[in-house]
Each structure stands twice: as structure tokens, then as C-alpha cells.
T-cell receptor, first 112, second 115 residues
Framework: QQKVQQSPESLTVSEGAMASLNCTFSDGTSDNFRWYRQHSGKGLEVLVSIFSDGEKEEGRFTAHLNRASLHVSLHIREPQPSDSAVYLCAMRGTGGADRLTFGKGTQLIIQP | DAGVTQTPRHEVAEKGQTIILKCEPVSGHNDLFWYRQTKIQGLELLSYFRSKSLMEDGGAFKDRFKAEMLNSSFSTLKIQPTEPKDSAVYLC?????????????FGEGSKLTVL
């Protein structure tokens, strides 16, 4: 069974400083990795969806994927208090369907 | 376009009751997923439909959980009978299989509290 581990569980960053979140996965068979954000009481909002090793940028959010080390990270440039939320890493199963396995999340707090 | 719509947003049930949660996927999507979210376990897959056919039924949830998709624009999740450990947020998500966009759209969830 595929597994996804996220670190840290909680992170506090000052407004404007870079925020970095990490995710390791159990095997390299997936073709797609994603980062989602979830504000309290809301659904999941996709931030970055990455298919290939390397970097993908979506606005202030940049994901780095390294399949060889079973690792994907998310970097948030110039975070704002409104970015305070739970960030979830997910990997897609094989077969092309969006059947995702999620990590348990990182609670990010951006202090003004 | 409307996103994924879930109702009710909040439900309080007594132990032993039957509850039904509802989901309307994004129009035109052919894959639909039900997830359960708790602080301890995170997001766990309950059921997965493709073009209304059940593709996966989460093993640990088979006994009291039943998801159905009677038409392409509506799905239900029935929990019968409810237990306090079922207290969680239930999320529905949809996507278009074959597009390979890496996009899965989530509803805002139904928060269930079982007393």
C-alpha cells in the first residue's frame, strides 16, 4: 500500500519569509504528485500538480520533485497571513485515475 | 461552472441512526471519489466510481458504509448504523478521467458528529 509522510507537522513562519514543506513517499511508481491547501472548514484547493522530476512553479508556489529520493517539496514565496492553512501532499495511483493517497498534512501559520 | 456540491454541510446524529450524505460532481466529470478526513488518520478513500460504476470500495469501510451513484450527476453515501467513531468530515471529489490534467476538484465537505 502506498504511503505518504509529511514534515513538519506544524510550521510557523514570519510574513514574507520563505516557507518550505516536505513530503516523502513509499515508492516511485506514481506519475503525479500534488500539493493541496485546506483552510479551516473548507475543501481542498490544488496548488501545484507535478508530473516530472524537477521544478514546477504556480505563482508563489513552487514544487520540487525528486523520484530517486522519493521526495517532493513545496516552497511558498512571500507567504501572507491568508496562507495560514493545512497543506496536504498527495500522490496519484497507477492507471491514470485521480485516486490519491494523502499525507496527514502540515499546519502552516504565517505570523504578521 | 459549478464546483462539487455537498449537502448537508453539518449533520449531528445519534448513535445507531442512518445518515445519508449527498454529492453533486462537476458537470461532465466521470470519476467520483468519497474520502473521510479525521485529524488522526487524515484522508482515507471510501469509494471510487467511474461512469457510475463502482471501481473501489474501501475494505475497512464496507460494513456500514455504502456509496451509490444512480446517475452521473448525483451520488450518496449512506452510513448505517452510525457510531461515534464515524465522526469526521466526509469529502466528495470529481475529475475527468482521460484528460490527465492532474486536477481533482473537492467539495467543502459534510461534517458529521455522532453522539
Amino acid at each position: 500500500q502506498q504511503k505518504v509522510q509529511q514534515s513538519p507537522e506544524s510550521l510557523t513562519v514570519s510574513e514574507g519569509a520563505m516557507a518550505s514543506l516536505n513530503c516523502t513517499f513509499s515508492d516511485g511508481t506514481s506519475d503525479n504528485f500534488r500539493w493541496y491547501r485546506q483552510h479551516s472548514g473548507k475543501g481542498l484547493e490544488v496548488l501545484v500538480s507535478i508530473f516530472s522530476d524537477g521544478e514546477k512553479e504556480e505563482g508563489r508556489f513552487t514544487a520540487h520533485l525528486n523520484r530517486a529520493s522519493l521526495h517532493v517539496s513545496l516552497h511558498i514565496r512571500e507567504p501572507q497571513p491568508s496562507d495560514s492553512a493545512v497543506y496536504l501532499c498527495a500522490m496519484r495511483g497507477t492507471g491514470g485515475a485521480d485516486r490519491l493517497t494523502f499525507g496527514k498534512g502540515t499546519q502552516l501559520i504565517i505570523q504578521p | 461552472d459549478a464546483g462539487v456540491t455537498q449537502t448537508p454541510r453539518h449533520e449531528v446524529a445519534e448513535k445507531g441512526q442512518t445518515i445519508i450524505l449527498k454529492c453533486e460532481p462537476v458537470s461532465g466529470h466521470n470519476d467520483l471519489f468519497w474520502y473521510r478526513q479525521t485529524k488522526i488518520q487524515g484522508l482515507e478513500l471510501l469509494s471510487y466510481f467511474r461512469s457510475k460504476s463502482l471501481m473501489e470500495d474501501g475494505g475497512a469501510f464496507k460494513d456500514r458504509f455504502k456509496a451509490e451513484m444512480l446517475n452521473s450527476s448525483f451520488s450518496t453515501l449512506k452510513i448505517q448504523p452510525t457510531e461515534p467513531k464515524d465522526s469526521a468530515v466526509y469529502l466528495c471529489a470529481s475529475s475527468y478521467w482521460g484528460a490527465n490534467t492532474g486536477q481533482l476538484y473537492f467539495g467543502e465537505g459534510s461534517k458529521l458528529t455522532v453522539l
